[in-house]
């Protein structure tokens, strides 16, 4: 076991070059260095592959379409890719005798399910021959590290259809934006109330959730409040506590955005209705994952649908859903098992989206960590931690034991941890919770279930 606290001054030192030159700049040079980022994700996200399918949504929207056969096209030509440019799925077709192009989207059923431990495990025969260099962190409500790889194109895709999402709900690229990120944009060292950084290339305000405690609240919500934004998105968790905050001191915000986006989090009805008489505006959800699940969105009816030129989602009897992503050409995904799970009716919708409507989506938690300040770090920022390994450690739990007292258990992969790999988590376990907390470290050869069956992410036993 080893204990962080005793080990600050050493993780600080062997802080990354460019955190450390973004961290000890001015307020205004990081709003300067967020926006020259954003200039650099608009370039990569904002190309051709963008348009032409951002333009194919608009053209087919309300026209009648055959989403089976569309898919099976789809199918057929992202699985002849797979057998073209990856070693493991041109290993695995040829073992299965399987003869492509499949003539019905029942012919899926043949390729067995990928798993987490396997797609971990190979994901170096998995990943295919092309450029693809946009790395896609995973760590989710489980703890489990995974990093797949996308094309530029692959990235454009998917912001087409997020873009297309929120255009039918009356926001377009370009409007302004507020943000609630895990990201560490504020500095330790800094004492102006600033816990927001914009990015002038997307016209977006960043709020770092890791800010976010009952003394800090009041000033984000004036912040918000002056950058009257058209529209919110992001982790859920901050406005729920900042929409609870408005309610017990009796603020009063005058913005009107057209509508909020919540992502990576679960809400419960009465959480989504506090946001939106806080917020006055509309609540649509989403469902994506890093890995590249194709994406599920809410129509404007309530209801939520597959985006099904992106891929199949199939829902196994238990719920457990596999996802064939057809925009991964850089790491594949065929069936994989992504560890949530959904329920599908089969019903129709009246909006004009003639994806598959998704009845419910589970899987996507809201534990936290409580720190001495009545901060809570939630799970969207702890999972952010193993997204940074680079799939060395297999699963990580937090256990609150007390207020102050934080045991952090992982699992790593004895090929491929390293010892800089704890240095890493050492870093940022203290970025994340802080030095007044004390937190130990330790090694273990697997992670408990509960009686649930699940594994969790964090764990309270205060």
Known sequence: MKEVSSRCSKGRAQMGIKEQVYLYSPVFMQNLLTTLYGYRLQRERYGPAYQRRFQELADKLEKPIDVELDQLTRLNTFLLFCQQHSAYYNTLFKDLNLQLPFQTLTELRQIPSLEKETLRQQIESIRTDLDAPILGK???????????????????????????????????????????????????????????????????????????????????????????PESIDGLPSAMIELAYHAKRIGMELQCRPRAIFPTAEMMTSTERKLIEDVFHAPVFDQYASSEGA????????????????????????????????????????????????????????????????????????????????????????????????????????????????????????????????????????KTLLGAEMNVSLRAVDNIPREVSGKTLLVKQLM
């Open 138 to 228: 995973t760590g989710g409500t489980t703890g489990k590290s995974i990093q797949v790889r996308y094309t530029k194109e692959d990235m454009q895709v998917r912001m087409a259809h997020l873009d297309f999402f929120k255009a039918t709900h009356g926001v377009k690229k370009g409007m302004r934006r507020i943000s609630f990120t895990a990201q560490a944009l504020v500095s330790e060292r800094q004492q102006k109330p600033v816990y927001w950084r914009m990015n002038h290339a997307l016209n977006q305000m960043l709020f770092t959730v890791k800010k976010l405690s009952p003394e800090t609240m009041t000033a984000y919500l004036q912040a918000i409040d002056r950058f009257d």
């Open 294 to 429: 194709p994406i599920v969105s809410e129509c404007r009816f309530g209801n939520k649908h597959l985006h099904y030129e992106m891929g199949i989602i199939e829902i196994e009897p238990d719920g457990q859903i596999l996802v064939t992503s057809f925009d991964t050409h850089g790491t594949p995904l065929v069936r994989y098992r992504v560890g949530d799970r959904m329920t599908s009716s089969g019903k129709t919708c009246s909006c004009g989206h003639a994806g598959p409507v998704i009845d419910s989506i589970d899987g996507r938690g809201r534990g936290y960590i409580v720190k001495q300040n009545g901060q809570k770090v939630f799970e969207g920022q702890l999972s952010s931690l193993v997204k940074a390994l680079p799939n060395s450690v297999e699963r990580v739990q937090y256990i609150q034991n007390s207020e102050r007292d934080i045991t952090f258990l992982y699992i790593p992969d004895r090929t491929r941890f390293l010892s800089e790999h704890e240095e890493q988590l050492y870093r940022f376990l």
